[in-house]
């Protein structure tokens, strides 16, 4: 633990300052005051990790996800005591991927705690990711003691600055009396309203038990003289007001959580809207799939409208693989086209009340099945190039088909990549509500390792595949580690074109280089074998033998080993002309 004796010496070099000595002893005042109606327990073996542990409990929280640092070891042990399933990755943002996930296919709050200063910034980009997708997420940080902060203590930066930005809500737990209430109210914020992440900050003197701290408070060598009695009794008193009232009784339950719904008189306007309309089309993201309306009400009331949809995001699987009203292709051509558009903010609760309201009106039938019929044409020209072939290497579309004909009707979906995942989003039908994760508008790379983490622990009979492009996977592929330590078997299918495609197709032609676009046709199938999974390399040679080999790889999964199936491609003008930027 850090040592605060330094504080002795910082306050000592003011000795001759009245100011200091005059707030020193208003403090003096005003902390008698304080402990007059509050009891210290300096002799409880209890430490702060506990009454985390209880909140987090009592809000039913399964998963905390982490890695490990002195800072947080308290939360660590106190959770795991409780029932409180542990799980520690090798890299901080994969723990808050992994809560991500878990917020979004549980619908309560995802949990990640991590170790001070770079422990913390190395979440930032996942925090900023789940703030852009609206996930609640709670991130427990560490912080140098309350003494310490902004004294060059190791690990400490301003880290509240840090994540006002990106957070609903931030915290800097100053006495351990604070951590329940503050802890409850954070939770509440992270669902309330639009959802987000959260941020409260646990200096290490709030969650270590007071004998352990109370050594650290001592000053090693005190100024002698009346300045040297006042530090002593100021770090006394301050100690002693850190855990005052610490282990008073406090209701560690739920508080209320608002959830924003549409008024009468906006579904009113609307169905007046869609009883009239000709051509409606509905666009469905990832919001739709929110509490409080479950995804299977939001799905029958879309087809009891029976208005054609598309869907994005989270949203994709939401009306099943196969359902009539669910248009994959043609997008800009069926907006055109359309005479109403329908954008909601709270879509799922406001789609089950305007279907209330239509009871009895359904969308003109030739208007969907028209544009089915494009769809269809489209999809029929997709599985025609699925044929062609590719310079060396499969190609990448009917590499895709083959997946997704044989994925188990249970599967979750985990897309991390860009221009092979742009294609996969094309091909791939996910079977049903929340089986479809990708990260949302912030287009983060990255997230596969901690959704795939998250959507196993969540979902655990279920086959759960991520979809990596070869540049992507460098950014988790260490995690295949925390698949087996954890026995969280996932399938990952790598498109492996030894390139950043989805850059190298507009950098190449605008500015004529190719350079940093270059990847190699890395054995990843070994990296998956070194972790304790099980790899696959499948080339030209293996073509014939893809099902074979895709089935064998689903078997190894059910009998508990994480696989990797590196797919050697080769390029097709599928997506020509998308843009990455």
Known sequence: MESLGAVGAVLGCSACCIPVVALLLAAYKLGLFYQLFHQTETESPRHGGESVAEVLRAHGVKFLFTLVGGHISPILVACEKVGIRIVDTRHEATAVFAADAVARLSGTVGVATVTAGPGLTNTVTAVKNAQMAESPVLLLGGGAATLLQGRGALQDIDQMSLFKPLCKFCASIRTVREIVPTLRKALAIAQSGTPGPVFVEFPIDTLYPYHLVSKEFAPKTPPKGLMGSIISWYLRNHLKN??????????????????????????????????????????????????????????????????????????????????????????????????????????????????????????????????????LTKENANRAKADEKTERHLNPIKVLHCVDELMAEDSIIVADGGDFVGTAAYIMRPRGPLRWLDPGAFGTLGVGGGFALGAKLCRPESEVWIIYGDGSLGYSVAEFDTFTRHKTPVLALVGNDACWSQISREQVPILGSNVACGLAFTDYHVVADGYGGKGYLVGREEESRLRDIIKQAQKETKEGKATLLNVLIGKTNFREGSISV
């Open 242 to 375: 850190l855990f005052a009232g610490a282990w008073e009784a406090r209701d560690v339950c739920p508080l209320s959580v608002h959830v924003p719904q549409a008024t009468e008189d906006q579904v009113q306007k609307c169905i007046e809207l869609v009883s009239r309309a000709k051509k409606p089309v509905i666009l469905l993201g990832s919001q739709v799939t929110l509490p409080p309306s479950p995804s299977d009400h939001v799905r029958k009331a879309l087809e009891d409208l029976g208005i054609p949809c598309f869907l994005g995001g989270m949203s994709r699987g939401l009306l099943g693989k196969d359902s009539p009203i669910h248009i994959r292709q043609n997008r800009r051509d069926a907006l055109k086209e359309a005479d109403l558009v329908l954008l909601a903010g709270d879509p799922g609760s406001f789609l089950v009340h305007l279907a209330k309201g239509l009871k009895g009106h359904r969308c003109p039938e030739e208007w969907p099945q028209s544009l089915k019929v494009g769809d």
